[in-house]
């Protein structure tokens, strides 16, 4: 099954496929057992946060897919769906064991380098498995839950409530002024350089697009209009989806949020590229939607930021329009 085209902020990492998750089979009381008994079914482990990968004969990155064990019985389990890379039905395990340091990625690392397909899988598990994990307990009454319909949802165990898994939406914004200059925010925790999109956590009663006015406004004192969805990337660190946002200023004076904001700045692309040559600033995470965001606003080929492993022609930057490229 492929992913459905996002025209405003193509392929992003972590959504280039869309794993068949075979819902049906959860209602199946049986199917855990039934498949991990099944010497045809795909395993993947997780350890801590991590998934073990080998290289394939084209030296491509590959999750390793390995037969059920007896430990699996006694294991979380999760039906994943069918396995894009075998058609054969696909389980994920979690451990306690510790991974091994060599072979074993967290998945940051490892969705710059697997196909879209294993990223999905990869995130796909991650972003479950961190459910199961906050969800020991039932949040009604609190006594034990115990997971059922093949890992998709906890059942508690003194009052039968179902709770299902949560994804928490965060927006992150581009905003531009008149002059296609970008509106970015360092929090006060990070680094000196490290400068984002502003962004937060999409708040009960909000919209996207109201979530979006609003964090803006709180972080940067910058009134905003014109908002528009780009694209959303599941982020499961733990829980999230990232839903990237457009938007034009009305207002240009910034003021940072006192104790959240430690800058705000806005930016031209030559300002930016200037500060990136000069190493006085650093560009969001490899896989994140951030970067993406950024790469499409300096002006990047599209062909150069598809795909799970973006190799960003940063010293590259082009001016919008038909005019010529300058590059370093
Ligand atoms: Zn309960």
């Known amino acids: 099954m492929a992913a459905p085209d996002r025209p405003d902020l193509p392929t992003l ?39 073990e990968v080998t290289e394939n004969p084209e030296g491509r990155a590959t ?28 389980v994920a395990v979690v451990s306690t064991e510790q991974p091994p340091g060599e072979g074993w990625i967290n998945l940051r690392a490892a969705g710059l380098t697997l196909s879209p397909a294993d990223a999905d899988l990869f995130a796909t598990t991650l972003g479950i ?5 906050a969800q020991s307990f039932c949040p009604r009454c609190g006594a034990p839950t115990r997971p059922e319909k093949a890992g998709w949802i906890r059942v508690c165990e003194a009052d039968a409530t179902e709770h299902y898994p949560r994804t928490d939406p965060a927006v992150i914004v581009a905003v531009t002024d008149d002059d296609d200059r970008m509106l970015f925010g360092r929090g006060i925790a990070w680094p000196e350089g490290q400068f984002s999109m502003l962004a937060g956590f999409v708040e009960p009663g909000e919209s996207f697009e109201t979530a979006a006015a609003r964090e803006v406004l709180e972080e940067s004192g910058v009134h905003i209009t014109d908002v528009r969805y780009l694209g959303s990337q599941p982020w ?13 200023a009305r207002t240009l004076e910034t003021t940072p949020a006192p104790g959240e904001m430690a800058e705000v700045r806005w930016l031209s692309r030559d300002e930016y590229a200037a500060l990136l040559r ?11 939607v951030a970067r993406k965001m950024i790469a499409q606003w300096l002006g990047a080929d599209p062909s150069d930021v598809a795909g799970g492993a973006p190799q960003l022609p940063w010293q590259v930057v082009k001016p919008p329009g038909p005019t010529a490229a300058t590059t370093e």
Do not use: K, Q, Y
């Open 129 to 133: 498995a961190n459910w199961h994990a």
């Open 63 to 90: 999750l390793v897919r390995r037969s059920p064990r007896p430990a699996d019985a006694s294991r979380l389990a999760i039906l994943l769906g069918e396995d894009p890379g075998t058609g054969r039905p696909c």
């Open 278 to 288: 000069s190493g006085s600033i650093r560009v969001p995470g490899g896989i994140s």
């Open 236 to 248: 499961p660190f733990p829980a999230s989806i990232m839903v990237a946002m457009a938007a034009r």
């Open 13 to 51: 990492a972590l959504t280039g496929a869309a794993l068949e998750r075979m819902a049906h089979w959860r209602e199946e009381p049986e199917t855990l057992g039934r498949l991990l008994s099944n010497p045809e079914t795909v395993v993947l482990e997780l350890r801590g946060d991590r998934l």
